[in-house]
């Protein structure tokens, strides 16, 4: 069974086309179901859109679940189509986004850590003004957030953990041992860890690494995969290529969401 639970569209502001359109080309590549996963809206600002090219509007929120539910219906039979978030993990408002997302019908939620230290982790700029003390120090913030959000019991899965790499020439020299202590919280907390391939088109590789995805088989972490689509054309990508990686490393499964509960699919 072939799945992608990592997939964006236009409401956040830096994807493009409509969910539908998204949904029409995971059939087209054969998948057997889709996650639409867009950012979700920063609930704790006191604007309804406060950054515009990089999560959708707190007003946008319902009208998104709802689309999203109207395709699961409309789909039903040819592929199935599951309501997903990547959310943001913010310690001083993870009640609030927790009471939030009950009150809708979402399948899983993926949490990611994209602000760190009041940095926009995908911004080089903020990341090349640190001197080599703040960049020590940020390391510890970004992995102590990703332990924080599993721990939250909040999300089902966690994103694109070792996102931070490209900011450290030796990553595993550098954060080995906050790697090996993060997946030992994932392991402890049942969180799914996502296999991201978004990097590999920006010549980054695979998300996590081979190294990292070794530590978390060590420690018997689950894993799911997300292409982090953000166009219709890169749904499912890098698929294939995954899944030998995962079996190298002894990997016999992943895991998908139905209504919050994990699903074990054999690869």
Known sequence: MKFDLHTHHHRCGHAVDEIESYIRSAIDLGLSAIGISDHSPYFAAEEDHPSPGLAMAKSEFPKYIEEVVKLKKQYEGKIEVLVGVESDYFTDSIKLYADIYRKYPIDYLIGSIHISGGKHISDRGLWTVLDEEQLELEKFIYFDLLQQAAKSGVFQIIGHMDLIR????DFMQSCGPLVEKTMQVFAETDAVYEVNTSGIERGEGINPCREVLEIASHYGVKVTFGSDSHRPMRVGEHWD????????????????????????ISI
């Open 166 to 169: 490209r900011y450290y020439k």
């Open 241 to 264: 290529s995954t899944i030998t990686l995962l079996k190298q490393l002894g990997y016999k499964e992943l895991i998908m969401f139905r209504n919050l509960k994990p699903v074990s």
